[in-house]
């Protein structure tokens, strides 16, 4: 079992940042991806920003490009997103997630416990 701690998050006014940070358990080897997610109570779950191993470059949800930014480290098995020029939409519980292959098994996903970011002026 992979256990990830997030920390972070916040209150922020409108154009603030704030960094998340989530660091997991495992080995960093069995790494298939690591991201962020956000959760609105009347929304599903959505992707924010995703590391993908072997990816070049990471994905961002359209509504956070040029905005956020992720960034991993394996050698600490850590996973960062910092968030500038934060708007009010912005704000939701945000979950860290990791998507763990073990050898020859299926992948499987892990979360955080989710962190709270409230946007408001």
């Known amino acids: 079992q992979v256990q990830l701690v997030e920390s972070g998050g916040g209150f922020a006014q409108p154009g603030g940042s704030l960094r998340l940070s989530c660091t997991h358990s495992?080995?960093?080897?069995?790494?298939?991806?690591m991201g962020w997610f956000r959760q609105t109570p009347n929304n599903q779950r959505e992707l924010v920003a995703r590391s993908t191993t072997g990816d070049r470059l990471p994905i961002y949800a359209d509504s956070v490009k040029g905005r956020f930014t992720i960034s991993r480290d394996d050698a600490k098995n850590t996973v960062d997103l910092q968030m500038n020029n934060l708007t009010p939409n912005d704000t939701a519980v945000y979950y860290c997630?990791?998507?763990?292959?073990?050898?020859?098994?299926?992948?499987?996903?892990?979360w955080g416990q989710g962190t709270q970011v409230t946007v408001s002026s």
């Open positions: 997630n990791l998507v763990w292959k073990p050898p020859g098994e299926p992948l499987r996903n892990y």
């Open positions: 495992g080995n960093s080897d069995g790494v298939f991806a």
